[in-house]
């Protein structure tokens, strides 16, 4: 609530007369942002960026409270898409997607009406930058994602913690003494492989960026072709974005045992359907699928899908709050400054990043230096 | 099995004829310690350490395998000493115990027929010394405790990551940015400071003993007295073995929202009753209740028992099959040389140890080097 | 040298017919960069971008080879002054820049001929910056120091290593146990904190920035304003860029034997001038000053000059070499482009610090991924 | 003098009448200690535990003062053995030794007189427990490096420190992105590895010792036969004290351009004969060795001998002064209790331990905890 009145800036509802639709994880924490947006004078839709994470007492809920939820749990592909474009019917000023599929079912329909929107995550905004550079953007969009401060938090330190915890409650396995062999050095992966060394894990990092593998190197990390590391990891976990990242020829050099996690985006980062097509498939724990192959064992998390999300329960709710104070001041933004902002991706002003940072700071008892007059000068040359 | 198989050596039945008492928590983890004993021939018997950590089909199980089994969930004090007791009445030959009170019922009992025993616990075998010192100590006892892979991979690591792996499970909290404060630089304290500081935490140590403090202070860590540690600790860990190590004065000093957790023996580490006595307690979830104290908010873990055993699996299966080795073959020690053992507590030979540690390495796939002739002569000297 | 092929791409004398001005510290390093440039057909003048860093054999080997070179060990500040003049009076086609000074003279002298330039420091280029806001910017400058490749090795490990290396080298002082306070968290802070937590310190780190402060706090450091850090250091190193750093306010909090190193440009971070104005000096060993100031001592290394540079040998000769190809390639970049460049600072071409972070990996044996074309099309969108 | 106002508790000579004879590196730091011991009312006697490391001022320095002084630099291995002879010859009460070589000569000459001994090193503590054991040891010996402030101080920050301090003034490597092989994983290894991978450095393990090599293992470290390991690092350091760790077969798999340290004690670690007489040596720096062998070059720094002694200062002054204070200690021990010590390898008595570790925190600031009289109680069971 603090964070909501800090950024509505003393006007009690900046975003009256918008209609905002959202394409979210349908939980407890994004059900937040949708209620602020109404809160803040909004009307909004909702549909689920996720088929399978949409919690139904969460959609219940936010459909009393009079917000236009089209998201159930376990929907099919079809009715996936049936409701995003529910969303678009909806009209929406505002569009608010954590994926792209929502900008894209937009853009399919001309994005007729629609002044802005804000984009969550990396694969979105690369399908949007993609986009901008074909021209086709109809719409300025805020790349909600390359906000510093959610670099740090929730892709960092945030999806860090929560993928190491998934990974102990799905398999109980033993971090100390493993080899964790981390697909992608972006600001996850980084998170990833810090944090499983510092529970005791030896790491190999791949990579197909070199500036990222030189980094992962420089930080005292393996990093190797993953045709090699597959020979010596205990777990693989991909955080790359990409699609076919851990394939057939992988899985046939993997150790007897391995286990195999992904906390990208999506579900195609393992080609788990290879596993489903070739190998037989028990599950011996809750999101633990054992597969024989080649005459050994290979345990796949969560049936390829975000492990931080279906094993554990997602971020640590700092986390969320400040992913929270990002986005709503980024649909604000949007709100008033639409009419001149450029039809390509922005990202979030640097004003928006330091005002969470210090929101942050102030919830953590932490107090910092400001520059001397002296030194503002100093800095303008 | 393949663990069975190396530390029986070829012999079906060692431990024929033998009567073994055990007093452990009754899970899945230690109920293969006992179904091995009955394997290698002994007959046994088992109470519970811990009247809370019962797993009531683990006890039926066992109870059908033929085992005496005295435990079951949620047992009353009075309960719990009669079990104790249950226990010596069955005239056991070896006594295996998990924090000594079985010992101590069996010195109570005149320690009448034991040949000797193990005990898997630091306060255990504390307690155990004192009966040493005291010249009343009637059997020779392993401190399992003591083994070099106990120290390394329960105490450490594995206890280090339980730890961190139910706090997290508990609370959600997010461990980047927070200051954790751990009580006791032993082996335990030395594996949660570590993890958690490579999960982002900074973290503060406490000590009585001058050497440990001096040794986290030179591992980069902040060193304390507590009472000033407990003014920044936003969660408290304490790791000592100790009574009454939390107390209403550092209470008294915490910050708002103080996380107190313990996972040193017992529950009397930190001074819940103080908390009962004095505050008002609302479960906010599981594992996890709220005080109220003065005019600020404490949350108390699993009661402030072993919060590696309450919230979340305790140790990893790794873990524990090493625990399982250096137990068993503790037994099979006492089991073929009790006669000419001295009653003292005798550490574990380091022949079971360094037997343990390879057989570590091997599942590992872990392949070292070995002296050569000349260094051999060399180290003779 | 094959580091000059590969950046050639095999054309021999791509500068000829180009004049190049360098204002560089003038070590066995950079006469590597000045020759090279030499090599590829430029004619070359050289002033030293800091008076106290100038070899002399060095000066005096270029000077046989053909360089205008102006400068020689301990210049005054009129001569430092004068010697930059000469440089413009060369009248070079493209400026080389280590701080900025030169190309200030430059503008002094309207840029008369001047197609382009290089800038190597964070400092200068904010100082370009600065002209580049107010339209005064009068030809395009590559900011070399921005270059993704220099981030990780030259700022964050390379002077993260050679800062440490100096400060040991000076006082032989036993980092593990210590507490060292890191001013500033760019780049190379990042790498002087991590590494001197690597060997035992434990570390403070001061900020103005609310987002660089965050991600301190959130690896794990502590963070404070530097009045409060004054009181606990045992070291203070500064890497802000910016003047008057640490003052005499924060002198008079610390601790007796505190350690004052700066690692940043220049000599302005730490307020010498004051020490030296109200405190006794004696130079107790090379690069080290005591200062008797208020009932204590304070050391001061290298006079506050960057510790890195002075007390030890600058970065190692990897770190050179790297930042050496992103130099002489951003040269040649000016050299083939600067008609089609805007007047403004640009960053090192993608393509360049590509090239630069293969040449590395190369060097380093290490192999990587490549995308696969299914990649390539996921990640087009 | 604090130290020794404080170990000497207040006893103006308690030396006095006893004869020290000590066998050390003859440096200025351990200057102090033989001069404390005559401070204390000693006649002592000197000569030198590496024939290379003598500093000759400080020889003469302490005959000035009265001390006999049997060393010089570059003693050829007769006057190496002469000296020792010499130091017997001065009929001492008390032997302190750094390396075993006088302990040794004292057996030969029967011992007679002596009452008893120090022994700073664990590779002449070996010696001596070889003696102990086939009952040839013929006076009580304090073995000072197993106290346990020694093990944090000296052997693991301490060697760990002045190691890479040694390797990086010697050959100015960067340390980040490189692969550092450390042979043996005991107190030395523990903080050299420890501190390597703190500056960027990845780390492969080798050891004999199974619960050592599981211990690196779950520390994260890759563990590995040498003979793997040797195709892999950049840079190799022994801290076995063992003979021959790494010999022709390791440097035939060595990549172009690997450097060769050693640590522990001795020079025989490193196989250097065997270099010098297969390989064409050339000085390229100061304590840097080339050796062309097998089409590619390996360099040797200090010739093999222990590189934080001969390329760096040794240890920084806080450690030297903790040793200094243990040893100090053990001499006055044994001169009291002589009579009542067994004719056997002594660790450091726990008083001493802990009064020495209290020293360190009261000159570190740290303040520590007190047990409560319950815990006191609560501890003796």
Redesign the interface.
């Known amino acids: 609530m603090s964070i909501i009145e800090r950024i509505a800036k003393g006007k009690r509802k900046p975003l009256e007369g918008f209609r905002v639709g959202f394409c979210l994880h349908v939980t407890k924490e994004t059900s937040v942002l949708v209620m602020a947006a109404k809160e803040l004078g909004a009307e909004v839709a909702l549909c689920s960026a996720n088929p399978l994470s949409v919690q139904d007492d969460i959609a219940a809920f936010l459909h009393g409270e009079g917000v236009a939820v089209y998201a159930w749990r376990n929907e099919t592909q079809a009715e996936y898409k049936k409701c995003i474009r529910d969303v678009i019917a909806f009209k929406p000023d505002i569009v608010t997607d954590d994926g792209g599929d929502l900008h894209y079912a937009a853009h399919g329909a001309k994005a007729r009406g629609i002044m802005g929107g804000t984009e969550e995550t990396t694969s979105g905004v690369?399908?949007l930058?993609?986009?901008e550079k074909s021209k086709k953007l109809r719409y300025p969009v805020i790349a909600v994602n390359n906000a510093?401060?959610k670099y740090?938090?929730d892709n960092?330190?945030?999806t860090?913690?929560s993928t190491l915890?998934g990974i102990?409650?799905a398999t109980?396995?033993?971090?100390?003494?493993s080899r964790v062999v981390v697909c992608g050095y972006g600001w996850v992966g980084k998170g990833v492989a810090?944090?499983a060394?510092?529970?005791?894990?030896?790491?190999t990092v791949?990579?197909?960026?070199?500036?990222k593998?030189?980094?992962a190197?420089?930080?005292?990390?393996?990093?190797?072709?993953?045709e090699?590391a597959a020979e010596q990891g205990d777990v693989f976990i991909t955080c790359t974005g990409?699609?076919?990242?851990i394939r057939k020829e992988h899985f046939a050099k993997m150790?007897d045992g391995a286990i195999l996690a992904n906390t990208g985006h999506f579900d195609?980062e393992i080609d788990a359907s290879f596993l489903y097509r070739n190998g037989r498939s028990v599950e011996v724990k809750p999101n633990v699928e054992c597969f024989k192959f080649g005459g050994k064992k290979l345990y796949l998390l969560s049936k390829g899908r975000v492990v931080n999300l279906v094993a554990a329960?997602g971020h640590?709710?700092?986390?969320m709050a400040l992913s929270f104070a990002n986005q709503l001041a980024s649909i604000l933004h949007v709100a008033k400054n639409h009419a001149s902002m450029e039809k390509k991706v922005h990202p979030v002003p640097e004003s928006i990043?330091?005002a969470v940072?210090?929101l942050?700071?102030v919830a953590?008892?932490?107090?910092?230096?400001?520059?001397?007059a002296?030194?503002k000068k100093?800095?303008?040359?």
Chains 1, 2, 3, 4 share one sequence.
């Open positions: 690369r399908r930058s993609a986009l510093r401060t740090l938090f960092r330190y945030g860090g913690q915890d102990l409650r109980g396995m033993f971090l100390a003494g810090a944090m060394h510092g529970m005791g894990a030896a790491v791949t990579e197909v960026d070199p500036i593998a030189l980094e190197k420089m930080d005292g990390f393996a990093v190797a072709p993953l090699k990409q699609t076919g990242v150790k195609v329960e640590p709710p700092e986390v990043d330091d940072a210090r942050a700071l953590m008892s932490v107090e910092i230096d400001k520059p001397t002296k030194q100093y800095q303008r040359g």
